[in-house]
């Protein structure tokens, strides 16, 4: 029977909480209101999981870390009044598993039980995932073991045991949700729910009903209630891609949920509470997308507690090979029909610069094996590298004053789709934008100019 330990000054809410876990299943339940106490139920009975509130009569509860039986796994859970940026770093450097906002309630009790696992439980597993690493390439879904990737699996051991918001930075391509699904799979939330949300591909007018949910009649087409996200991801992770994506008047709301830890649905003043961990992502360099408006500054640096920068498949090129036999193998388990490259193709594989990254070399080795009659895959249908520039300036475009932002943005995407010979992943990469991103673009400009096509009056129409 797991032993818990509450460590909480204040008696009526320590009481309740005892109360309300044993209620909640076979534990024991003791409780202290200062570090000395503390220190003498620890020598009295180890505990398997503590809820620790800092701020104790005779000290911080940090300093039961120096206590070597207090730290030998053992789950600890930090209370704390609010979500805030300094407590979301503190758990992350003592290694915290997660933090309980106060007033400390039954659900939220409930969510921290349903998550407990000892940290030897997940230690064995990153033991086993490092094993399969060296013996087969992969840490999970995360295929390559060049050291820019080993540095990625060190960073992701260390963070998905907590509670820690995880901020994923890279070039489009380089697998952004992977890490994200990651770092869920081995977080204590992993039989809960993972949503990933591109709010590049959500319409601004419903991003706020998507992401927080709506009332029944709040607008106009609102006939039922509409959970969000959020409420959808209870108990588990929401990954958030293309942050920079998100309207600024919603970046706000999203900032008040990770400080507060609840939102309200539209049409609602009635709070929620958001037991979710959010992952957020972006393919632009986040303080470049501060500097032109398309993130708050308040918000990257609450995103911002644990950075994952991904590098670009150009800068781990000895696992282009690895991860194209990989690919292949997975067609070829869902096809039915073994192929092979010939060391030429493995050549050419590991010469190109994949300027799509991951996304690119799986889409190519999936025409490679598509278009291949045979058994063993040539050179014939793998891309090469544009020849290099002669001495010639990078092409240049301009923009008048007072364009507004929309028509600069639509005439730099068109010339540099043009620049590339109408390549999509080349042009999405050169531009720090997703190929979703950029589908959606020009197909907006399509309809755009189809619209302008069109004669206003029907009656003004050659006949």
């Not at 979301?88 to 009790?109: F, H, N, T």
């Not at 010939?342 to 080795?365: I, S």
């Not at 932002?405 to 043009?418: C, F, G, V």
Request: net charge negative; proline share 6%.
């Amino acid at each position: 029977m797991n032993h818990v330990l509450i460590v909480e000054d204040d008696a009526d809410s320590a009481r309740m909480m005892a109360a309300l876990i044993g209620t909640m299943g076979p534990y024991t339940v003791a409780t202290a209101g200062s570090l000395r106490e503390a220190c003498l139920q620890i020598e009295l009975q180890r505990p398997d999981l503590v809820l620790l509130d800092l701020q104790l009569p005779d000290g911080s509860g940090m300093a039961l870390f120096d206590n070597p039986e207090f730290t030998v796994n053992v789950q600890v859970v930090l209370i704390t009044g609010h979500a805030s940026l300094d407590t979301s770093i503190q758990a992350l450097r003592l290694g915290a598993a997660d933090y309980l906002i106060k007033p400390v309630g039954a659900v939220q009790l409930e969510g921290i039980l349903s998550r407990f696992m000892k940290p030897d439980a997940l230690q064995a597993e990153l033991s086993a995932m490092t094993e399969a690493l060296e013996r087969e390439g992969h840490f999970g879904a995360l295929w390559g073991r060049s050291d820019a990737m080993r540095r990625i699996y060190d960073q992701l051991a260390r963070v998905s045991g907590t509670a820690a918001t995880v901020f994923i930075t890279g070039e489009s391509g380089t697998g952004k949700e992977v890490v994200a699904q990651t770092v869920h799979d081995l977080s204590r939330r992993r039989h809960s729910p993972f949503l990933a949300v591109n709010c590049g591909a959500v319409s601004p007018n419903l991003m706020e009903s998507e992401i927080f949910g709506h009332e029944k009649g709040s607008f106009t087409g609102a006939e039922r209630l509409h959970q969000g996200f959020f409420e959808r991801a209870h108990g588990g992770t929401l990954f958030l891609d293309e942050i920079t994506e998100m309207p600024q008047e919603l970046q706000v709301k999203l900032l008040r949920v990770l400080e507060s830890g609840s939102f309200a649905r539209v049409g609602s003043s009635e709070s929620q509470h958001a037991d979710v961990r959010v992952i957020a992502a972006t393919n632009r360099r986040p303080l470049d997308a501060v500097a032109s408006g398309r993130l708050r500054e308040d918000l990257l640096y609450r995103l911002n507690v644990f950075p994952v920068d991904l590098p670009p498949l150009r800068e781990r090129a000895t696992d282009v090979v690895l991860l194209a036999q990989h690919f292949l193998n997975d067609i070829a388990r869902r096809e039915g029909e073994v192929k092979r490259f010939a060391p030429e193709a493995l050549e050419r594989l590991g010469a190109y610069r994949w300027p799509g990254n991951v996304r690119e070399l799986r889409n190519v080795v999936q025409r490679v094996y598509v278009m291949t009659p045979g058994p063993v895959i040539g050179d014939d249908w793998l891309p090469r590298n544009p020849p290099e520039p002669e001495d010639e300036p990078d092409p240049e475009i301009s923009v008048k004053l007072g364009t507004s932002m929309a028509e600069a943005e639509r005439k730099l995407i068109l010339a540099t789709m043009q620049h590339f010979d109408n390549h999509k992943e080349r042009t999405a990469a050169a531009l720090g934008v997703s190929l979703k991103t950029l589908y959606n673009r020009l197909k907006s400009y399509a309809e755009e100019d189809e619209a302008e096509a069109e004669p206003s009056d029907p009656e003004a129409s050659p006949r």
